[in-house]
């Protein structure tokens, strides 16, 4: 009976050991990209519908297998939710600890949330996570450079080496890329610069694939009201860059997911198009500080930063980014790329397809797409006098 017992013990520690290796290396031997059980058999299609009849819903097979570069950011989360909503297997790649994808397995159904560990600058690892999808979709961008990632590397490298992967997979039927408001190449800014450059090496190799270029995006975890009011509650003011005249038209960040999905979902008619998503609204950016100020409760305070003063503050951490041997802290308010982009308005060109093209009304920023900034009130959620009671109080009447 030992005998038998041991000789089971045996054979299951033989059957797990590579998916337990798998996790950890990123290497072909373990991902399978050399046994051709794992080779993709889908047949390469041109236009149509992706998603398939059927019940619908998180339990369903849509048909989609959606390799998600970049899921385990900040538009990442909403979109792993909205694909896994209609039952879509999602392929995580991540890069970092196996904590990173965490959040997102618990979005689909058992089996559908799929983490990947891989490494941007092996190909073979890239080709590995793409074996058994038929969708790409890249939403890797960054708006400050590293002493390991260059924003050239990051916005424009990587999405040009995934859309050269795709195309020699055959079997990719949509590839869609995440851009950004204001790509182009007279830009001042560098990340809008690589952005536009990303842009044509895709449609170069992928004539088919789908651009999207959303605004500034807003939600519980956006890199630009959150440091805003962080800023403000601790320092008592907020620093605007220039006058604070600059326009933006942020957008709602589901709104963006949604916009993915739904070029997903449609005839093919979004195929080879590109889109301009910006919000309903335009605001310069003392206006949106005063709408994050207005739901903080706090009375705003406002120092303007002319734009040579706020560069001479960002610019030594690039001047020292790659001479020192220790990683700088990564820039909020004062981020020298962002400051040259807001030298220029970014609002969606006049004739340019929209949320409306894709059949979606996006959401007005003031509202439910900004109340998690009720987390900075200092005192509560309750604290504070909301506008209709900040109203200027008449004098005592003088005694006679």
């Not at 895709?202 to 890199?223: K, N």
């Not at 630009?224 to 601790?234: S, V, Y």
């Not at 959620?381 to 209709?388: A, D, L, M, Q």
């Amino acid at each position: 009976m030992m005998a038998i017992s041991r000789k089971l013990a045996r054979e299951s520690a033989v059957y797990y050991r590579p998916a337990i290796n798998s996790l950890y290396s990123t290497s072909d031997q373990y991902y399978g990209a050399y046994d051709r059980r794992y080779a993709s058999t889908l047949a390469t299609k041109g236009v149509g519908h992706l998603v398939r009849k059927g019940t619908g819903g998180r339990s369903s097979v849509s048909g989609i297998v959606a390799a998600v570069f970049g899921s385990t950011g900040f538009l990442g989360r909403y979109l792993v939710q909205e694909l896994a909503k209609m039952g879509t297997q999602v392929l995580v790649p991540f890069r970092g600890s196996e904590d990173s994808p965490r959040h997102l397995k618990l979005m689909g159904d058992l089996g559908q949330i799929v983490p990947m560990k891989y490494n941007p600058r092996d190909e073979n690892s890239i080709k590995a996570v793409m074996a058994k999808a038929n969708v790409v979709i890249n939403l890797i961008g960054r708006e400050y450079g590293t002493r390991n990632y260059s924003l050239e590397e990051v916005n424009h490298n990587m999405a040009a080496q995934l859309a050269k992967i795709s195309k020699e997979h055959g079997g990719i039927m949509r590839f869609i890329q995440l851009s950004c408001l204001g790509a182009s190449q007279s830009s001042p800014s560098k990340m809008r610069q690589a952005k536009a450059a990303a842009e044509e090496s895709i449609l170069s190799e992928l004539p088919e694939a789908t651009i999207l270029r959303p605004a500034v995006m807003v939600g519980t975890e956006d890199r630009i009201l959150n440091p805003w009011a962080h800023f403000a509650k601790k320092y008592n003011f907020l620093p605007l860059i220039g006058d604070g005249s600059t326009k933006i038209q942020p957008v709602y960040v589901a709104d963006v997911a949604s916009a993915v999905v739904a070029a997903l979902k449609d005839d093919g008619s979004s195929m080879g198009k590109l889109y301009e998503l910006g919000g309903p609204d335009v605001y310069t950016m003392r206006q949106l500080a005063e709408l994050m100020y207005e739901v903080i409760r706090e009375w705003p305070h406002y120092v303007n930063v002319p734009f040579p003063i706020a560069k001479a503050i960002s610019s030594p951490r690039e001047i020292f980014l790659n001479k020192v041997p220790f990683p700088l802290p990564t820039p909020s308010i004062f981020n020298l790329d962002v400051i040259n982009a807001l030298s220029s308005d970014t609002v969606v060109s006049e004739n340019a397809l929209t949320f409306n093209d894709l059949g979606i009304v996006p959401h007005k920023v003031k509202g439910y797409p900004i109340e998690f900034l009720i987390q900075y009130r200092k005192g509560g959620p309750n604290y504070g006098s909301t506008v209709s009671e900040r109203v200027t109080p008449e004098p005592y009447p003088s005694n006679r």
